[in-house]
């Protein structure tokens, strides 16, 4: 297990070494785009293929599509407006994949489970109309990263949903924890909902991501997530488990979407092993493209059956935790990416320590079995002239 | 630390042996035993009182958390060097009967100012109450050692140390059971932390029935002594200087290193163990806690079965190097698997106790008789020192770089154990290998000896198994022998307790569980 996680290490530092060159581009073909509008189209060209990123704010979900085309393939965008109308490659992809926080689902724990199943009464409330307005934003050739923050539409609902989006193309620890592995291939998301009111009627209230992801696979086909335990929680301190959905192709032939997290989240901005709580994953459940989306927008040209459109839910909480409310804030991150998801490796550190700890003493016990031995030996045949008086 | 040894050659005639008045009888010996376990038990039970009671602690008096930890390392802090210059005191200036008085009347008074502190609430008093209760706490284990090594060498001393070892963790347990419905009752008379304070004075009484035992053994001891003739050797003995620490040779203080380097990989481990077991294993926290307490069960029933093993096969340092490799793999299959961490935790507890018992009388060996009580005072003291100050290190390294770091921090020690170990193996090789020969080995090395010391013990020679054993461990070198098996398990049963209030500070939660 061990050996061969480290195998897969080895094939993998060569497989993704090759990083990509990355161009991002705002709202790219749009002239009447202003601050409130936010689409970033990142084309990142590798030796062989070309990925294309787009991160799209403009429809009030947050959308995340991956197009994987042949190099040199390029997208256009038209628009009416300040929304995305139409995607155009200038050659047929090869493979997409898309991800978008479509609702945002308040459940009352009764039962103090932390995570939401369908017995819990649950409201759920559709980002459609959520205003995001950009904070922090890097586009240059070395990284991509925006900070959006999302106002509801609904007078009711107040608080904010914070999302960061990073990518940055070279394969490394991120800096926050649970400190997951981006890639070249593979962008970095944090979600965090702060100051989100609860339901008067809910005295139990959490709140749940629901997610719809989509690929290009057979529409019969299922995505599939498993849980990984690696023994080093070097990274993610008290946390062993690896959570990855991937799509039918990439469970296939490791050329698919997946996406990766670890199932905690924090109850606190800065994030700690003391602020840290549990994420939980729900069942995948056959579904539609939400309607009025940039998803419907970008794969209306796609054929039915071969689109896989499901969804699931991403809860966050403990039992006993005190709910939502006690903090109200909870951030969870995750990571999505195209080709073979990243396995984490021991350090240098790690393996330092135990190269020295192990040899150091092995040699010690060498020699010091060689010198008595040597001793011994002289004892027992002394030189003849030295035993001669006794 | 050290009891007062009786030369053996002026014991008088037995008066009545078969009277259980006699002090040599096995009835009155047990009476003893019994004002022993006794004479502990108020310092256990006072001890962990903040535990039983960590919500009313809360609530009533409105201490925080680090507060609360604070009512138990201002505990701990001060025996780092306590436990050492009591010890001291005893041996040079009071004796086991006044000491044992001494340090009960001040561990019930710092249990009557602790009270006192919470019953008007004053922060300060509680710190100062805590703090003379540990003064007293500790020190008067050593006396109770010392006791228990004067009434038992020879004959049940490894089943009385075991014994002693049990009923701290029963005082504790007795504790946790009892406080709450105390609180519960004397809130039907008094309100806010004045309910607190009454219970905490409640709480004290067990120190003064403590108290009393003391008193009363004191007497039965005085009275043995004059019975059996018993002789303090100390006037003759030349008296020792702290400054004569720097003569202790080096294989001392390798020694000390794994003393030190050993434990730091054994006890941090279990303090913060039940998260390890919850996280890595997926365990549920009661069966985490099943897991964690492992060790202690495994060394409580262990310790005296290996002690016997090693007496009749002598060899220590081959026994030490094979529980350090042993507890090397077990924390490599914690680290590195997925293994049940029964596994790893049962072999650690196994290699830990053949460790314990391996170890310390190798100090015998080495430091002579005059020194001895302030050789196991320096180890208990740099031990107590890594531990005080690694459990705090050890919980930052979790959090920050996660369990696999702390495992490996604990290999590290224990490989740096392993290097120590190793070193005192070839020392003491090329020394002709005192440390490491059989009993009859060392026999034929200094037959000269005369045996006459052995036969002579404190009380009588009732024809006990462990006679035997005692006898057999280092025929040849009489008067270390007679140091070599008390402060072994002195020691070891002290650090136990020291380590196991450790643990009471880091976890309040199994606290709770043993409250269920």
């Given at each position: ?28 073909g749009c002239d009447n785009c202003g601050k409130s509008t936010t689409l970033l189209y990142i084309r990142a060209d590798g030796s062989q293929d070309t990925v294309h990123q787009l991160w799209d704010f403009t429809r009030g979900m947050p959308t995340i599509i991956y197009v994987i085309s042949k190099l040199n393939t390029s997208l256009t965008i038209n628009w009416r407006f300040n929304e995305p109308m139409e995607f155009k490659l200038s050659e047929k992809p090869l493979y997409s994949f898309a991800v978008s926080i479509d609702k945002l689902t308040e459940y009352n724990d009764i039962e103090n489970n932390g995570y939401i199943d369908n017995r819990c009464p649950q409201r759920a409330l559709s980002l459609r109309d959520m ?260 | ?516």
């Amino acid at each position: 297990m061990h050996l061969q996680t480290l195998l897969i290490v080895f094939v993998l530092s060569f497989a993704c070494g090759q990083d990509r060159r990355i161009i991002p581009k705002l709202n790219p073909g749009c002239d009447n785009c202003g601050k409130s509008t936010t689409l970033l189209y990142i084309r990142a060209d590798g030796s062989q293929d070309t990925v294309h990123q787009l991160w799209d704010f403009t429809r009030g979900m947050p959308t995340i599509i991956y197009v994987i085309s042949k190099l040199n393939t390029s997208l256009t965008i038209n628009w009416r407006f300040n929304e995305p109308m139409e995607f155009k490659l200038s050659e047929k992809p090869l493979y997409s994949f898309a991800v978008s926080i479509d609702k945002l689902t308040e459940y009352n724990d009764i039962e103090n489970n932390g995570y939401i199943d369908n017995r819990c009464p649950q409201r759920a409330l559709s980002l459609r109309d959520m205003e995001w307005t950009r904070g922090n934003t890097v586009l240059d050739n070395t990284e991509a990263m925006v900070h959006m923050r999302g106002k509801f539409g609904e007078e009711n609902q107040h608080g904010v949903i914070d999302m960061k989006l990073d990518l940055l193309p070279f394969k490394d620890y991120a800096v926050d924890l649970p400190h997951l592995i981006h890639t070249a291939n593979s962008t970095l998301v944090d979600v965090s909902l702060v100051n989100l009111t609860s339901s008067p009627d809910y005295n139990a209230s959490r709140f749940a991501l629901h997610f719809t992801i989509v690929s290009t696979d057979a529409n019969n086909e299922n995505m599939s997530y498993s849980m990984r335990k690696s023994l080093d929680d070097e990274h993610t301190p008290g946390v062993f488990e690896i959570f990855e959905i991937r799509t039918p192709k990439s469970s296939r032939s490791d050329d698919g979407g997946f996406i990766q997290f670890r199932p905690v989240s924090y109850t606190e901005q800065e994030r700690s092993v003391s602020s840290s709580t549990n994420a939980y994953i729900s069942n995948f459940t056959w579904t539609t493209i939400p309607k009025t989306s940039t998803l419907r927008m970008f794969y209306e040209e796609f054929e039915k059956a071969n689109l896989l459109v499901q969804d699931m839910f991403i809860s966050f909480g403990l039992p006993g935790d005190g709910f939502y409310r006690q903090h109200n804030y909870t951030s969870w991150s995750f990571t999505i990416g195209y080709g073979i998801p990243p396995v984490e490796s021991f350090s240098l550190f790690v393996i330092i320590i135990i190269s020295i700890g192990l040899g150091v003493p092995i040699l010690l016990a060498l020699s010091g079995i060689t010198f008595v031995i040597v001793r011994r030996c002289k004892q027992r045949n002394p030189p003849t002239r030295f035993t001669d008086d006794e | 630390m050290e009891a007062p040894e009786t030369s053996g050659s002026n014991r008088p005639t037995m008066l009545q042996p078969t009277s259980w008045c006699h002090p040599a009888n096995r009835v009155h010996r047990f009476f003893a035993l019994l004002l022993m376990c006794f004479l502990c038990f108020g310092s256990y039970f006072c001890y962990d009182t903040p535990g039983a009671l960590a919500d009313n602690f809360k609530d009533d008096s409105h201490l925080n958390t680090s507060q609360f930890a604070l009512l138990y390392s201002i505990y701990s802090w001060p025996n780092v060097v306590l436990c050492f210059i009591g010890g001291y005191l005893v041996d040079r200036y009071f004796g086991v009967r006044l000491g044992t008085v001494i340090y009960m009347t001040i561990v019930f008074i710092g249990a009557v100012i602790f009270a006192f502190g919470v019953y008007i609430n004053a922060f300060w008093l509680m710190i100062l109450g805590r703090f003379v209760f540990g003064i007293g706490g500790e020190s008067l284990q050593v006396v109770v050692n010392n006791y228990v090594v004067l009434w038992f060498k020879g004959k049940e001393l490894n089943m009385v140390f075991g014994l002693q070892l049990s009923f701290s963790r029963f005082g504790s347990t007795v504790n946790f059971w009892v406080m709450e419905p105390v609180y519960r009752w004397v809130s039907t008379y008094y309100g806010g932390y004045e309910r607190l304070g009454v219970t905490l004075f409640l709480a004290s009484l067990t120190c003064f029935v403590s108290l009393i035992c003391g008193v009363i053994l004191g007497w039965m001891d005085y009275r043995a002594e004059k019975i059996l003739g018993r002789q303090d050797e100390q006037s003759n003995s030349e008296p020792f200087h702290l400054t004569d620490i720097r003569h202790f040779k080096s294989v001392f203080w390798l020694l000390s290193v794994i003393c030190v380097a050993y434990y730091l990989a054994i006890f941090p481990f279990i303090a913060l163990g039940k998260l390890f077991f919850e996280r890595k294993f997926d365990f549920l926290p009661q069966e985490a806690n099943n897991v964690n307490s492992m060790v202690y069960l495994l060394s409580a029933a262990l310790s005296p079965f290996f002690g016997i093993l090693i007496d009749k096969t002598g060899r220590n340092m081959t026994w030490v190097i094979i529980s350090i490799v042993t507890t090397i793999g077990a924390h490599f299959m914690l680290a590195f698997t997925f293994f049940n961490p029964y596994i790893g935790v049962i072999s650690l507890g196994i290699s830990y106790s053949l460790l314990a018992s391996g170890l310390w009388p190798l100090v015998a060996l080495i430091v002579p008789e005059n020194q001895l009580g302030t050789a196991y005072g320096i180890c208990q003291a740099v031990q107590n020192m890594g531990l005080a100050t690694v459990i705090i290190f050890a919980g930052m390294i979790v959090d920050k770089y996660g369990y696999l770091m702390l495992e490996m921090f604990f290999l590290g020690c224990l490989f740096v154990s392993l290097i120590a170990a190793v070193l005192i193996y070839i020392i003491d090789s090329a020394n002709n290998g005192v440390l490491n020969m059989s009993p009859s080995m060392r026999e034929s090395t200094k037959s000269t000896v005369t045996r006459t010391d052995e036969t002579a013990h404190l009380l009588d020679n009732e024809d006990f198994t462990d006679q035997e054993e005692t006898d057999s461990r280092r025929p040849s070198d009489a008067t270390q022998d007679h140091m070599s098996i008390n402060p072994r398990d002195t020691a070891q049963a002290q650090s136990d307790r020291i380590r196991s209030r450790y643990l009471a500070q880091i976890l309040p939660n199994s606290n709770n569980s043993e409250r269920e």
